[in-house]
């Protein structure tokens, strides 16, 4: 544990992803408890009023302006960042749980197990994941519970595959094969000696698909099929706020960089994770 | 050759079966077409009509073996909202959507491979370190954001290019760019870490140290192995810009067949959402199956597996 901090101290870039994450994290926590006005109440006085930061720290301060509705956008974004990080955990655990399971099924058994399991991926990846996603949504109807059940099927893949390819060459390795000999049962094999084993690159993966997961969220709820109004949510801001682009660009403007400042830090600490814990993942996605 | 042709043949059979399959599945959950067919207030006789005329009253896996058959055919009935046959109204969009994809890969590919030859040549400089930076920045963009920026700057702001529409060349501009951003994101990062992989090998070392120009050395040693896996990572690729056109063709007005889609999702005009998704999945199977056949062509040791 002490060598895995010293390294990544010794990245930058690892450690620049580590504490902006840390920081989002925090402020996705913290969002109720600071003071900011509510991101759900309009203020028709106050529609589209621009960034200003004199008197910041007054009660009617925007730092990030208004929106069409007078609503602060500063505060519905660090409220938007608590649902799309939420969705997008549970998302990541949801796709993850599975197709770490499936994958280590697939592997131990091999034979008609594996091939059809493999098989199953093959032609889901046949179809772009956006459009499955837009599929299932069309089908279930737009709602959180929907979307997270999406992203995960989007994500289990991912895990299936490279998780099997790991446990292919484990279940040959002597501490198996003698896990075998003393009679341990298969279930017993894969949850005590298998499913430590291939953790690491499980998390390798779920940091990288947290990544790839808030986008697609963001776009789904650009396209109007994530989370519903009046909840703010990071895409429907953008699908909002690109109405008023010619007159209020703060709208449609801010939502996008904590997109791309949270994607961009998870990226790099999830990238770091991978080279640190097995390089070889690199060429296996 | 021909073994390995055949197995890659049959795996895109298996694949169109299993997409068809599930849009089949889908849409039963979607609804019943008799229902959203007929006007409000029709009686519940009307509807049984309908859904003898349809086939809807057999049995599940007959009807899923007939609507297979004709799916197969380019058969997806009749759009809801539009009366003329759903796979017309896709088709009629294709060019559109073939048309930004493929100038997005091209140019994005261009220079992705450009920028991450350089990163890999220039270790350890300043350049390095921009198309780095660059490129992780530009993957972590959500395209259809950075599509709003671009329209607002060079649209709104500048007015030098449309904010959206088809039709033109200048038309074409944001949109492409948007994309391009995506694609030469991912492959410049992806070829320089390959190129610095190579680099390493030690036959890399022995076409050196036998005095071979440098320039044969990149080019025929590093550069043609180096490309292997970008040559996946374009097939990958492909069916991202195809998915995301939903996306970017909304956000650009951009009559494609993703804007298409996503009207049919709004008006609940299913016939038209399958034809567009198995049109798009058929295409990224059949631009698969062309990477995988390039795949053998560079690297002869897959095809004798």
Redesign the interface.
């Known amino acids: 544990m002490k060598s895995f901090f010293l390294a990544l101290i010794k990245s930058r870039a690892g450690l620049f992803g580590f504490l902006l994450v840390t920081v989002f994290v925090l402020a996705a926590l913290l969002a109720p408890y600071l003071g900011l006005p509510s991101p759900t109440r309009s203020n028709l006085v106050a529609r589209m009023a621009a960034p200003t930061w004199t008197g910041i720290f007054s009660p009617g301060a925007h730092p990030l302006g208004t929106d069409e509705l007078g609503r602060d956008v500063l505060s519905r974004i660090l409220h938007g960042s608590r649902i799309t990080l939420a969705i997008a955990a549970a998302s990541v655990v949801l796709g993850g749980i599975v197709g770490t399971l499936l994958g280590i099924v697939a592997g131990y058994y091999r034979g008609i197990v594996d091939r059809v399991l493999m098989?199953?991926v093959?032609?889901?990846l046949?179809?772009?994941?956006?459009?499955?996603a837009?599929?299932?949504v069309?089908?279930?109807g737009p709602s959180t519970r929907n979307l997270i059940i999406v992203l995960a099927l989007t994500s289990w893949l991912r895990y299936a595959r490279i998780i099997r390819g790991q446990v292919l060459a484990l279940r040959e390795r002597e501490f198996i094969l003698s896990a075998h000999a003393i009679g341990a049962g298969t279930w017993r094999i894969m949850i005590k000696h298998l499913l430590p084993n291939v953790m690491t690159p499980a998390l390798v993966i779920a940091t990288l698909e947290l990544?790839r997961i808030i986008?697609m969220d963001?776009?789904l709820s650009?396209?109007g099929?994530g989370v519903q109004p009046p909840n703010p949510s990071w895409g429907r801001m953008?699908a909002d706020g690109?109405v008023y682009?010619?007159t209020a660009?703060w709208i449609?403007?801010f939502?996008?960089v904590a997109?791309?400042?949270t994607?961009?830090s998870v990226?790099?600490l999830g990238d770091w994770l991978r080279d640190y814990f097995d390089p070889k993942l690199?060429?296996m996605r | 050759m021909s073994r390995y042709l055949l197995v890659k043949l049959a795996?895109s059979a298996?694949?169109?079966w299993?997409?068809v399959t599930?849009?089949f599945f889908?849409?039963r959950?979607?609804g019943d077409p008799a229902v959203l067919l007929v006007p409000v207030g029709a009686s519940q006789q009307d509807i049984d009509t309908i859904r003898t005329a349809l086939g809807l009253d057999r049995p599940i896996l007959e009807q899923y073996v007939v609507s297979l058959f004709s799916m197969l055919r380019g058969d997806f009935g009749m759009s809801f909202q539009q009366g003329r046959p759903a796979m017309d109204i896709v088709l009629e969009r294709m060019p559109d959507t073939a048309l930004l994809a493929g100038t997005a890969l091209l140019f994005g590919s261009i220079i992705g491979a450009v920028c991450g030859a350089i990163a890999a040549l220039k270790r350890g400089t300043v350049a390095e370190f921009i198309v780095m930076v660059a490129a992780?920045?530009g993957?972590?963009?959500?395209v259809?954001?950075l599509g709003?920026?671009l329209?607002?700057i060079f649209a709104?702001d500048l007015g030098w290019l449309p904010t959206g529409g088809a039709g033109t060349w200048a038309h074409l501009v944001l949109p492409g760019l948007t994309l391009s951003v995506f694609v030469s994101a991912s492959i410049a990062r992806l070829l320089r870490?390959s190129l610095l992989d190579i680099m390493r090998e030690d036959y890399v070392r022995t076409a050196r140290a036998k005095g071979l120009l440098p320039r044969t050395v990149f080019f025929w040693h590093i550069a043609r192995n180096a490309l292997i896996?970008v040559v996946t990572m374009v097939g990958i690729i492909a069916?991202?810009l195809?998915?995301?056109s939903?996306?970017i063709e909304?956000?650009f007005a951009w009559p494609g067949v993703g804007r298409v889609?996503?009207q049919a999702?709004q008006n609940q005009d299913f016939p038209v959402?399958q034809a567009g998704?198995a049109l798009?999945?058929a295409i990224?199977?059949v631009v698969?199956l062309l990477v995988d056949l390039l795949y053998g062509v560079l690297d002869p040791r897959i095809r004798r597996r």
């Open positions: 098989r199953v093959d032609i889901q046949a179809l772009p994941l956006m459009l499955l837009l599929l299932v069309a089908a279930l990544a986008i963001a776009a650009f396209l099929l953008l690109r682009i010619s660009w449609v403007t939502p996008g997109i791309v400042l994607v961009l990226n790099l690199r060429t | 795996e298996l694949a169109i299993g997409v599930i849009v889908v849409s959950v979607l992780l920045l993957q972590a963009t959500p259809f954001w709003i920026m329209i607002l709104v870490s896996p069916g991202e195809l998915g995301g939903v996306v909304t956000v889609i996503m999702i959402i998704v798009i999945a990224f199977i698969n």
